[in-house]
């Protein structure tokens, strides 16, 4: 299947600790490919590394009310876009593919996600989108391995 440009949402998930401005590379891929990124918002941390990230555009700092906005935003979404760089998926990020999971809204992830018991929830973005590029300034990756459970 390949990506239908239109009226097109989604969350990404990820680590905003470790993953924050990649998520941000890759949220900008995603508006110059038509699709709207309801989260994250604003453009970076205003306490990076820490427990719970906020960002310079998190209307409130109530961590609780921020994640029910997510999950109000999943609920808006075509689907769930999970950073998941090195295989790694934080606290919040487990949550969020349960509450998408639960919900029926489709999980698409950088990476092949390594759980046995998520990998069936999951599709590769670059399978629906297309291949792509992320670049950070020293490194150029692809995100275009297959998961093994739809290797042929």
């Known amino acids: 299947m390949t990506f239908i440009e239109g009226n097109i949402a989604t969350v990404i998930s990820g680590s905003y600790r470790r993953h924050l401005p ?6 900008r891929l995603l508006e110059r490919k038509g699709i709207t990124v309801l ?26 009310t921020l994640q029910d906005s997510v ?10 876009t999970s ?9 919040a990020a487990l949550l969020e593919y349960g509450y998408a999971i639960s919900i029926g ?11 046995p018991n998520i990998r069936p929830y999951t599709r590769l973005l670059s399978d629906v989108i297309g291949p792509f ?19 042929s």
Request: charged share 30%; no cysteine; net charge negative.
């Open 133 to 151: 590029e992320l670049k950070d300034g020293n490194a150029l990756r692809h995100r275009l391995r297959q998961p093994e459970h739809q290797a």
């Open 39 to 64: 989260s994250p918002v604003g453009d970076g941390a205003i306490n990076p590394g820490e427990e719970f990230v906020l960002l310079d555009a998190d209307p409130i700092h109530d961590h609780r």
């Open 105 to 115: 809204i489709p999980i698409l992830t950088l990476e092949p996600a390594e759980d």
């Open 71 to 80: 999950f109000a935003k999943i609920r808006r979404s075509s689907f769930l």
């Open 22 to 27: 990649g998520m941000y590379r890759l949220k």
């Open 83 to 91: 950073f998941n760089e090195g295989g790694y998926l934080g606290k």
